[in-house]
Each structure stands twice: as structure tokens, then as C-alpha cells.
């Protein structure tokens, strides 16, 4: 058996993204929900001036500056600095962090349900995604397999990292529905910990889970300026982790041209016109759908 000594619960990382600060703050009032019987979690309002502003960020997305260099390089603006403020107060990154899991809360303005998303290959914390997917079955794994020093989220200082993503639900709005789905998703992630550190989890060994593997972001059709001239295709709208194959419909211009797909190969979708992401034109992430097998 581990024992894990701290567990931080962090929300408005994304300063509008109002169900996690609204969780944390609940959590604040009612401290015994993040009790278990080997830990207490702990909370974190992540980026209170983004908060205080109901905007996503105020310089650059906090969520892009846990980099090692961005951590160990001088900051450049607000959220580069508030990302070394949290680095020392919960970090550092690495084998020496002071904390065993950082579970951050998000949501999207896509149809994504529930998802559950592993930024590493590290075995423990898909193991959660499993657990809480077997509590919570229409839940989705969303993978990808970065190395540690390059990967630029917040729960990448700790230990093991965890984010769970909820939607759709619009920026700066609360919905009860996406709230409760996120406290459970919470709940279930708690008492994975608190059962792993007991070492009573129950799960198949080897360890086997249906995941959804990033493979890569495209952008919004651009005009020569760089300005947007179309949008998702109305096929395609709201069918996140949902086939798209090549010569299907993706976007649609504004003169009503319809643009269709050109890949090698069929994929999945998610993220599917996400409001964060106009600021960078991207319209959608591909996804490989796989069978991914990981010893326990």
C-alpha cells in the first residue's frame, strides 16, 4: 500500500469556467465532501484574476505554462508568474513534487459528456480514468502521451495528474446538470484514491480501457488575411467522439461552400467548435479510438 499524503482539487484554471470555481467553493463550505478515510483534499482556485474578470485568461492560458521551461524561465506575463506561484506552492515539478494528485476541473462548450482526460502515460492515473468510468459509464477516456517536462498543464506538477472535463456548457454559465456530473466524477476520483492507498481497487489486471488518443488540432478555414471564412458543418456539430470519415462534410464557408474532409484515414472528433479555441481558429482535435492495455 502507498500512502498519499496530499491531494489538491483545482478549478478555475480557465477564469470562466464557472462549475469549477463554483465546486471549489462548495467545497471551501463543506470541507467533510473531500474527507476520506486515509486523506483530506485540499483546494485551489487556480487563476483568481481571471476569475475575478469571468474571462478564460488574462495574458496567456494558464493551463499552457506548467512547462519545464515555462516553470524555470524568467515570467513573462501574469499567468507565467501565477504558474511559478503554484509550482513552489504545490510542486516543484518532477519526482520531488509535495503533491501525490492534482485533479483539475474544466468544462467545454463542446458535446463531450464526460470526460476524463490522462495527459501522461502513467499507469496510476488511468487507472483512475477506469475506475471513475466504471462508476460513471458513459464517462470517456481522452489520452495522450506526453513527456513530463513538455507538458504544459496544471496537474502535470504533481505526482499524478487528473483533469476532468465536462460539457457542453457555455463560458462564464453554471448548469446544474454539468455541476453534479463534475462533483461526481470528484467523488468517484476521491474514493479511487482512498481505495488505492488501502490497495483494494478493483480493477482487472492486466488493466484494458477504450480511449480516444489526440492526434492532432486543425484550424477553421482562414482567408489570406488569417480571418475566419467558414465554420463546423452542420453535420458534423455537436458529434464529438463520433466518425468522421475523408470526403465527409467539416466545414462550411460563408458563401455556403461546403469543404470536405481530407485525411488518410477515418477518425474521431472531439472538441467539436469550441468556443476557448477561437482565439487560436482551431475547430475540432482528431482522435484515434483504441483498445489501450497498461499493467496495474
Known amino acids: 500500500m502507498s500512502?498519499?499524503?496530499?491531494?489538491?482539487?483545482?478549478?478555475?484554471?480557465?477564469?470562466?469556467?464557472?462549475?469549477?470555481?463554483?465546486?471549489?467553493?462548495?467545497?471551501?463550505?463543506?470541507?467533510?465532501?473531500l474527507e476520506r478515510d486515509r486523506f483530506k483534499a485540499t483546494t485551489l482556485l487556480a487563476n483568481e484574476l481571471a476569475i475575478s474578470e469571468n474571462c478564460r485568461y488574462l495574458d496567456q492560458d494558464l493551463n499552457r505554462?506548467?512547462?519545464?521551461?515555462?516553470?524555470?524561465?524568467?515570467?513573462e506575463n501574469r499567468e507565467q508568474s501565477r504558474a511559478q506561484e503554484i509550482n513552489r506552492l504545490f510542486g516543484p515539478k518532477g519526482a520531488s513534487s509535495q503533491t501525490d494528485w492534482i485533479i483539475d476541473l474544466h468544462t467545454t462548450t463542446a458535446?463531450?459528456?464526460v470526460t476524463l482526460v490522462v495527459q501522461q502515460h502513467d499507469s496510476l492515473a488511468l487507472d483512475m480514468a477506469l475506475y471513475v468510468q466504471q462508476?460513471?459509464?458513459?464517462?470517456?477516456?481522452?489520452?495522450?502521451?506526453?513527456?513530463?517536462?513538455?507538458d504544459p498543464f496544471l496537474c502535470s506538477i504533481a505526482r499524478h495528474g487528473f483533469l476532468i472535463e465536462v460539457g457542453p456548457v457555455a463560458q462564464g454559465l453554471l448548469?446544474?446538470?454539468?455541476?453534479?456530473?463534475?462533483?461526481?466524477?470528484?467523488?468517484?476520483?476521491?474514493?479511487?484514491?482512498?481505495?488505492?492507498?488501502?490497495?483494494?481497487?478493483?480493477?482487472?489486471?492486466?488493466?484494458?480501457?477504450?480511449?480516444?488518443?489526440?492526434?492532432?488540432?486543425?484550424?477553421?478555414?482562414?482567408?489570406?488575411?488569417?480571418?475566419?471564412?467558414?465554420?463546423?458543418?452542420p453535420d458534423l456539430q455537436d458529434k464529438d467522439y463520433q466518425q468522421l470519415s475523408p470526403g465527409e462534410p467539416i466545414f462550411i464557408l460563408d458563401t455556403g461552400e461546403t469543404l470536405l474532409f481530407e485525411y488518410p484515414?477515418?477518425?474521431?472528433?472531439?472538441?467539436?467548435?469550441?468556443?476557448?479555441?477561437?482565439?487560436?481558429?482551431?475547430?475540432?482535435?482528431?482522435?484515434?479510438k483504441r483498445n489501450l492495455t497498461w499493467n496495474g
Open 3 to 33: 500512502e498519499t499524503k496530499h491531494v489538491v482539487i483545482a478549478g478555475g484554471t480557465h477564469g470562466n469556467e464557472r462549475t469549477g470555481v463554483q465546486l471549489i467553493r462548495r467545497f471551501r463550505a463543506n470541507p467533510k465532501e
Open 65 to 75: 505554462c506548467f512547462s519545464s521551461a515555462l516553470l524555470n524561465g524568467k515570467a
Open 111 to 113: 458535446n463531450m459528456g
Open 135 to 150: 462508476q460513471m459509464p458513459d464517462s470517456v477516456i481522452f489520452y495522450e502521451d506526453n513527456a513530463a517536462d513538455v
Open 175 to 233: 448548469r446544474w446538470e454539468i455541476f453534479e456530473q463534475t462533483r461526481m466524477a470528484v467523488m468517484h476520483a476521491l474514493d479511487f484514491i482512498d481505495l488505492q492507498i488501502k490497495g483494494s481497487v478493483n480493477l482487472p489486471s492486466p488493466r484494458e480501457a477504450e480511449v480516444y488518443e489526440f492526434i492532432k488540432k486543425l484550424h477553421l478555414p482562414l482567408d489570406e488575411n488569417g480571418e475566419v471564412r467558414g465554420m463546423i458543418h
Open 265 to 288: 484515414e477515418t477518425v474521431h472528433v472531439a472538441f467539436v467548435n469550441e468556443a476557448a479555441y477561437y482565439d487560436q481558429a482551431h475547430a475540432l482535435s482528431l482522435m484515434r
